[in-house]
């Protein structure tokens, strides 16, 4: 993963032979392996291209890259399938190697058709002084751009600056195809024409239709002096996912409805669902789709290869390479076991669990069972106590929804390989946490998104993927600070799979058409809504976050099944939304947690409920607003 950035500037007095200091600070906190800028500039333009490189694969590459004919390269991806990259090389080099044999435009976009994995990229082509960029199908790599001085200027970058003046000027580029801008014609006629190759399905079913609301609703949102234009040649990216099944069952479920009160959540309930031959294999099929997608994204990371033959595998100082998101829900317990499949068995896995104080009382002082004393503690109501006992945390205020399930998916896990050493890393933010990195950091990070519920999520990420907290175990409590740069996480699950509760409410009212209708929204909108703020999130600490659900296979593989293959309204809550998931965690031995309902980050990790009660997610909120600080290196001094 990296921090890439290009600064164009068409008139002499902006021309700069560097980025803003704010900006610079925030790419390098994303790429902290190797930092590079170069600068292009001519009698037309000048281009200052930034680049700070994470190592993840292969040889350390720093970026920019360029070539003989002074073409520049900068990468911020995982080519996971589609394009031949070999365990020991870069992806980086292999891109830019086949982008540099493209004769034509078209040769350009088939390259970038066959590309399955995450990415965003900026690339120019200096014989045509052609600059192209943009970001995969479904955004999962952040890329902004800031349009200024009538036109006289414009950045892309993989996040925003701190300047209050112009953070609100970033937008998210649209994961809506290819864009290309030609820097000569843009400096001679003073317009900023953008030309956009969308992605197309191979059938060229509604082609028409979807380029041309493409184009209108990103010209919506520039300013007045940048247009969008379509290619006049139609050139188009092929969809790397086959389309939403929309088929209806031929026989009502409405007879079910009547029923669900009387379908208990159970385990016995999903085992009578498996026992249909036709499902079993379905769900099979599923796994292993998921299971290749899991594996793609923790191997071919640098490890340490040096332990002696016959090494204690519990005793050795090993570091966990890769960490998940970890509540002991569905999703995080199927990724966590699937996860144990594939990485090297004497490598730990960190399961990364977040909580922020709750204002419930507490008791004054109190031992656990071992004898550890803590302080400070409020008295809890009968039910509380219950939970808290359930939590063994050390600290009874941060005994939130999550803690509990996430220390009862530990559980689970360990039973089916107590071999595996699991770090539980408990993550507790207080509110004067909260506050500080809110306002000196995560606010830029959010932005361009302004929402209540971005603010919940996006701070509850930031802290979660920070991975600074307690390793409990039986015998202690110690500090801990997970290294792992790559984080996985379930994001792409509920869009897919009818796990939220308006899928439910649609569902009801508007039954399974509608139901389809909601799904081809949600994933039509992922990018925009949840993936370019994770991905600048967790970026920010240093780390990669990688999406198992939202692999190109694993999309087309749900893609291609009837709605109710996937997802059983009728059914009640635990079982009902998300069912293919449930499905496949009974067969990879899970039972408590495939049952566990669907909690909202938000509510699980109790964040929504720290500040204000009274708020809709849909809310802008005033948190996030940017402000002035006096000193930039104060940010700089801050011990993330």
Partial sequence: ??????????????????????????????????????????????????????????????????????????????????????????????????????????????????????????????????????????GRRSLLWHFGNLGKSFCLSSVGGKTPEVAHQWQEVPASGIFRIDLKSTSISKSVVLKLYPWKYVSKENVISEHVDSLIQISATLPTFVSVVADQAKLYLKKPVVPLNMILPQASFDTHCSNISSVPPTRQTLEGILADGNMKEIVQQFIDVLSIAVKRRVLYLPRDENLTPGEDLKTCDRKAN????????????????????????????????VAFMTKEKTIPTSFNEKGRKQKNCEIPSEESSKNVAAAASPDKQFSVPDRITGRAGLKELQAANPFRIWNFVEINVSLEEL?????????????????????????????????????????????????????????????????????????????????????????????????????????????????????????????????????????????????????????????????????????????????????????????????????LSIEKEITM
């Fill in 322 to 353: 890769v960490a998940i998101l970890f509540s002991g829900g569905i999703d995080s317990m199927v990724i966590a076991t699937l996860a144990d499949h594939h990485i090297p068995l004497d490598e730990p896995i960190d399961l990364l669990n």
């Fill in 1 to 138: 993963m990296c921090g890439i950035c290009c600064s164009v500037s068409f008139s002499i007095e902006h021309f700069s032979k560097d980025l803003k200091e704010d900006l610079l600070y925030n790419l390098k906190r994303r790429g902290p392996n190797s930092s590079k800028q170069m600068l292009k500039s001519n009698e037309y333009y000048q281009c200052l291209f930034s680049g700070h490189v994470l190592h993840l694969r292969g040889c350390l590459t720093a970026q920019p890259l360029e070539d003989e004919r002074g073409n520049v390269f900068l990468w911020n991806g995982e080519v996971f399938s589609g394009i031949k990259v070999e365990a020991e090389e870069n992806d980086t080099q292999i891109m830019f190697n086949y982008l540099s044999s493209c004769k034509k435009e078209s040769d350009i976009l088939s390259f970038f058709s066959e590309v399955q994995g995450p990415w965003s990229f900026i690339y120019y082509q200096a014989s045509n002084h052609h600059l192209w960029f943009g970001r995969d199908f479904f």
């Fill in 435 to 631: 506050q500080k990195f809110r306002r000196t950091q995560i606010c830029h990070l959010v932005q361009p998104l302004d929402t209540v519920l971005d603010d919940s999520i996006g701070c509850a990420v930031w802290f979660a993927s920070r991975g600074i907290g307690l390793l409990v175990t039986q015998d202690e409590v110690q500090s801990y600070q997970s290294n792992a740069k790559v984080v996985l996480t379930g994001i792409g699950a509920d869009e897919q799979l009818a796990g939220y509760c308006r899928h439910r409410v649609r569902f009801q009212t508007h039954g399974l058409e509608g139901l389809n209708k909601e799904i081809e929204m949600e994933l039509g909108r992922i990018s925009s809504r949840n993936l370019g703020r994770d991905d600048r999130v967790i970026g920010d600490h240093g780390k990669e976050a990688r999406f198992p659900f939202l692999d190109e296979n694993v999309v087309s593989f749900l893609n291609s099944l009837p709605i109710w293959e996937k997802a059983n309204l009728t059914l009640p809550r635990g079982i009902g939304e998300k069912l293919i998931l449930r499905l496949a965690a009974m067969e990879l031995g899970l039972t408590t947690s495939a049952l566990l309902p669907k909690r909202a980050m938000q509510f699980g990790s109790r964040i929504a409920k720290m500040e204000k009660n009274n708020e809709k997610a849909s809310d802008k909120c005033g948190r996030l607003q940017v402000i002035s600080l006096e000193n």
